[in-house]
């Protein structure tokens, strides 16, 4: 799964997090470093689609939040990336 | 590198940067930066100018078509003008040739065609010459109503009327010219024209006769019609294809304008602060890399964070 956006809504699953804490957790998590320009693209695009929220900050590092559209939308692509995964370990265990 | 990076970040939208400028910018601060992070920002920006583009193009499309419909519409308000054309030649009398060779003469002969078709030019085309034409031939009517007729046919002279000489055939001897007339009615324009070559032929037939009556001029005239006038079939101008084109360019600029400008004004207003100079040196410290991009974006960020102290405190 490298999806950006994917990769952000899993971030902000677990609680509210800045650019770069989204970034360490997602490079801890998913072995994969998204760039400064591919994350920030996947937070316009998540904030316009008001899956994910800014949230007021003390100083230039503003957290983000995952709204509950964005927490349904991300429990749909799990789901659904879950079938494709045990239908895959099935077929593996078959062949 | 990071330099490198902290620039190329300025490459995003000034909306862009508007909103997420500042935190970008820190995340440029704490990342680790890489040689590819340098690319990823700039397709970051790239991307982003183009959803931005995106609007603009449309905008200025928009007003281009209707720059294009404009124009095109306002060229048809513009009436057709019409230009005929008829090319002559002053030749010499072929008995003055025969009497006084033609050979030993001939560039003396030239000049002398030359001048001949200069007299005649400031004859035909004079106002006393051009007035009755036009009230013959009922030109200029609406102008006529306003304008009295000498300055009409002045203007006729300077604007519409051409007798310009050219090169015929080599070896020719005579002088060779062509008469036009532009307006609006192609067949006033033609009539002008016929009536012209008329007058021509007659002014040489003149001299001819006076020739006859014993004037010491060694050679006579004789006018041939090379291309006959025809009443013309296309106008000349508008060129509303052109008008057209210009109207949509016209259009496309104007619309980014707007665009430009409706944006800056609906976003932005001008503030002059003026600081005092144990201030100033702060202040440009902020601004580079790691920092803001400009004075302007710290006031700003200022006075947010005071409107959320504000805020803050009511609640």
């Known amino acids: 799964?490298?999806?950006?956006?994917?990769?952000?809504?899993?971030?902000?699953?677990?609680?509210?997090k800045h650019g770069y804490a989204m970034m360490e957790d997602i490079e801890r998590f998913a072995g994969v470093r998204l760039g400064p320009g591919t994350l920030y693209g996947a937070i316009t695009r998540l904030e316009e689609r008001r899956w994910i929220r800014g949230l007021d900050a003390d100083d230039r590092r503003r957290p983000?939040?995952?709204?509950?559209?964005?927490?349904?939308?991300?429990?749909?692509?799990?789901?659904?990336?879950?079938?494709?995964v045990k239908t895959a370990r099935e077929r593996l265990k078959h062949a | 590198?990071?330099?490198?990076?902290?620039?190329?970040?300025?490459?995003?939208?000034?909306?862009?940067?508007?909103r997420?400028?500042?935190?970008?910018?820190?995340?440029?601060?704490?990342?680790?930066?890489?040689?590819?992070?340098?690319?990823?920002?700039?397709?970051?920006?790239?991307?982003?100018?183009?959803a931005t583009w995106m609007s603009y193009w449309k905008m200025a499309a928009l007003a281009g078509i209707a720059g294009a419909m404009l124009a095109a519409g306002v060229s048809f308000a513009i009436p057709n003008r019409?230009?005929?054309?008829?090319?002559?030649?002053?030749?010499?009398?072929?008995?003055?040739?025969?009497?006084?060779?033609y050979g030993s003469h001939q560039l003396q002969q030239g000049l002398e065609q030359r001048q001949r078709l200069e007299e005649l030019k400031l004859e035909i085309l004079s106002r006393d010459n051009l007035m009755p034409l036009v009230?013959?031939?009922?030109?200029?009517?609406?102008?006529?109503?306003?304008?009295?007729?000498?300055?009409?046919?002045?203007?006729?002279?300077?604007?519409?009327?051409?007798?310009?000489?050219?090169?015929?055939?080599?070896?020719?001897?005579?002088?060779?010219?062509?008469?036009?007339f532009e307006y609006p009615d192609r067949f006033k324009a033609r009539a002008v024209v016929v009536e012209l070559i008329s007058q021509f032929q007659s002014k040489s037939l003149q001299l001819r006769q006076d020739q006859r009556l014993g004037w010491i001029i060694e050679s006579g005239t004789v006018l041939r019609i090379l291309e006959a006038p025809l009443t013309p079939v296309t106008p000349i101008s508008p060129a509303?294809?052109?008008?057209?084109?210009?109207?949509?360019?016209?259009?496309?600029?104007?619309?980014?304008?707007?665009?430009?400008?409706?944006?800056?004004?609906?976003?932005?207003?001008?503030?002059?602060?003026?600081?005092?100079?144990?201030?100033?040196?702060?202040?440009?410290?902020?601004?580079?890399?790691?920092?803001?991009?400009?004075?302007?974006?710290?006031?700003?960020?200022?006075?947010?964070?005071?409107?959320?102290?504000?805020?803050?405190?009511?609640?």
């Open chain 1, 1 to 16: 799964m490298t999806d950006p956006t994917l990769l952000v809504l899993a971030s902000l699953a677990d609680g509210d």
């Open chain 1, 64 to 84: 983000y939040q995952i709204t509950g559209a964005g927490r349904q939308y991300l429990e749909e692509q799990v789901a659904s990336l879950g079938r494709v």
């Open chain 2, 1 to 18: 590198m990071r330099r490198a990076v902290w620039w190329a970040a300025r490459l995003y939208p000034d909306e862009w940067r508007m």
């Open chain 2, 20 to 50: 997420y400028g500042a935190e970008f910018d820190a995340l440029l601060d704490d990342a680790g930066l890489q040689w590819r992070d340098l690319a990823d920002v700039i397709r970051g920006a790239v991307i982003m100018r183009m």
């Open chain 2, 82 to 101: 019409y230009v005929a054309t008829a090319a002559l030649q002053i030749e010499p009398n072929q008995d003055a040739q025969g009497t006084v060779g």
């Open chain 2, 135 to 180: 009230q013959r031939l009922d030109l200029y009517r609406g102008r006529r109503s306003r304008v009295p007729v000498e300055d009409i046919a002045e203007e006729m002279v300077r604007k519409h009327l051409r007798i310009i000489p050219f090169s015929a055939q080599v070896g020719s001897v005579g002088q060779a010219f062509r008469i036009s």
């Open chain 2, 240 to 315: 509303r294809g052109s008008i057209a084109v210009a109207g949509a360019m016209a259009g496309m600029v104007m619309g980014s304008l707007f665009v430009t400008v409706w944006r800056r004004t609906r976003k932005h207003a001008v503030l002059n602060i003026s600081l005092p100079d144990e201030i100033r040196p702060f202040v440009a410290s902020r601004i580079g890399p790691g920092g803001y991009r400009s004075a302007s974006e710290y006031i700003r960020v200022l006075i947010r964070e005071d409107e959320k102290r504000k805020s803050g405190s009511h609640s």
